[in-house]
């Protein structure tokens, strides 16, 4: 399991413009946020909350990407739909979420299943997570992980 302290795994992700590496498709320091999947209730939520925060986080230097296994065309909607200003990244073959430590068991009325933890990991310059928020209530948080994110700065 990943700690505050560790590197962070540079793993590949899926964008818009292909396949590649997380830092090279943003340099850290950075917010990765795993959520289960686009256009649900609370991951609108919280995909909102980020945008609302968006001129925030960019002031103090950091750059906010969103992980779930949604394909980049659901990606692309999502945002457009919302008016989402962050950066939306796919997670196809679930290593991104093996690597962080977010694909976990979930049970929903007794029926287990495996799924995206909902989980934030702030990551400073030098590729170290800073801070991990794991099974993260959305409402608050947002606020919460931009306070942290500012004391990178």
Sequence with gaps: MLKEGDSAPDVTVQGADGSGKLFGHVTPPLVLYFYPKDDTTGCTREATDFTAFFDEFAAAGISVIGISKDTPKKHAAFIKK???????????DGSVCEA???WV??????????????A?????SDRRIAKIWRKV???????VVLAAARTLA
């Excluded at 919302?82 to 196809?92: G, R, V």
């Excluded at 934030?120 to 400073?124: D, M, R, S, Y």
Aim: glycine residues 10%; contains cysteine; proline residues 0%.
């Design 105 to 118: 068991e979930k049970s929903l009325y007794g029926r287990k299943y495996m799924g995206i933890d909902r």
């Design 137 to 143: 209530k959305v409402a608050g948080h947002v606020e």
């Design 100 to 102: 962080y430590d977010t």
């Design 82 to 92: 919302h008016d989402l200003k962050i950066c939306l990244l796919t997670d196809a």
């Design 120 to 124: 934030t990991f702030l990551i400073g």
